[in-house]
């Protein structure tokens, strides 16, 4: 089956702080999704890869920035890491398709202090 | 923009009922319909996908149907057990290669 890793599950980071979170995929999807999780809100679209160094804005960009050099790694980068990006980290990825499954990785709980 | 709903936002059942989750969405232009499982503090797996052509997909104990001209698909949970315990969440994919999630719902079964 698709193995979706997150490098972290815990990190704690200090406010101002440039925090990196990488995913990588090993079934050689096209499309990588980031994902923040907070109660009450649920999933919110941060950014989205379909391709290697192809990006798209999701509904929540502000304050995020991504990277993907190879198919397989799509890095979710905070350049100034503030008490309001504390959250749950979702890393996806799928076929290009629409019509194939989303698969995640297990999840980067970052506390920002 | 596609606005997917799940009602209830938590249910608690004791073990042995069978029971139906609920997933609505607004925009019936859509490639597929997943249902996704979260434990606390983990990432989704996904339980079951219907494509936009089908009406329905099983996987043992669980069934899912989608009824794409009215919005709506369901998920049965059949003689539920406490390690069914967890948040169900749907999600909706269309134009764009992007997905929308509900809310989900929080499950508890009790023993």
């Known amino acids: 089956d698709v193995k979706v890793t997150q490098s972290s599950r815990y990190l704690v980071k200090r406010t101002g702080e440039k925090v990196f979170l990488e995913c990588v995929q090993d079934m050689d999807h096209e499309n990588m999704f980031w994902y923040r999780q907070d109660p009450g809100l649920g999933l919110r679209l941060i950014y989205f890869s379909y391709d290697v160094k192809m990006k798209e804005k999701g509904d929540i960009p502000e304050g995020y920035s991504v990277s993907r050099e190879k198919k397989e790694r799509f890095s979710l980068i905070l350049e100034s890491a503030s008490t309001n990006q504390t959250s749950m980290y979702l890393c996806?990825?799928?076929?290009?398709?629409?019509?194939?499954?989303?698969?995640f990785g297990s999840g980067t709980q970052l506390s920002v202090l | 923009k596609q606005e997917v709903t799940q009602i209830p936002a938590a249910l608690s059942v004791p073990e042995g009922e069978n029971l139906v989750l609920n997933c609505s969405f607004t925009d019936s232009a859509i490639y597929n319909l997943q249902w996704f499982r979260q434990d606390p503090g983990k990432g989704l797996t996904s339980l079951l996908l219907?494509?936009?052509?089908?009406r329905e997909q099983t996987s043992g104990r669980l069934n899912a149907s989608l009824d794409k001209s009215s919005g709506r698909s369901t998920l049965y949970i059949a003689a539920s057990q406490p390690g069914d315990s967890a948040t169900y969440l749907c999600a909706v994919s269309g134009t764009g290669n992007q997905f929308y999630f509900g809310t989900g719902t929080s499950l508890t079964v009790i023993p």
């Open positions: 219907i494509q936009s052509s089908q």
């Open positions: 996806a990825s799928s076929l290009w398709r629409g019509e194939e499954k989303l698969f």
